[in-house]
């Protein structure tokens, strides 16, 4: 397994229970969901930087 680094993050009540609603719809749980978006966003942005 790798290195797991945990971090708090504050998210608007609003916004955090329709990320709750997309994790449930797509059968993971809010901290897969988030980490998911983080990881395409990254990957979007270091793509872009590269081109």
Known sequence: MSDVSK???N???D???ELKIMAIRED???SG???K???EGYEARTKD???
């Open 49 to 51: 930087s590269v081109e």
């Open 28 to 30: 993971t749980s809010l």
């Open 33 to 35: 969901l988030i980490l």
């Open 37 to 39: 978006m983080i990881n």
């Open 11 to 13: 998210l608007p009540s």
């Open 7 to 9: 971090t708090t993050i």
């Open 15 to 17: 916004l955090k229970k």
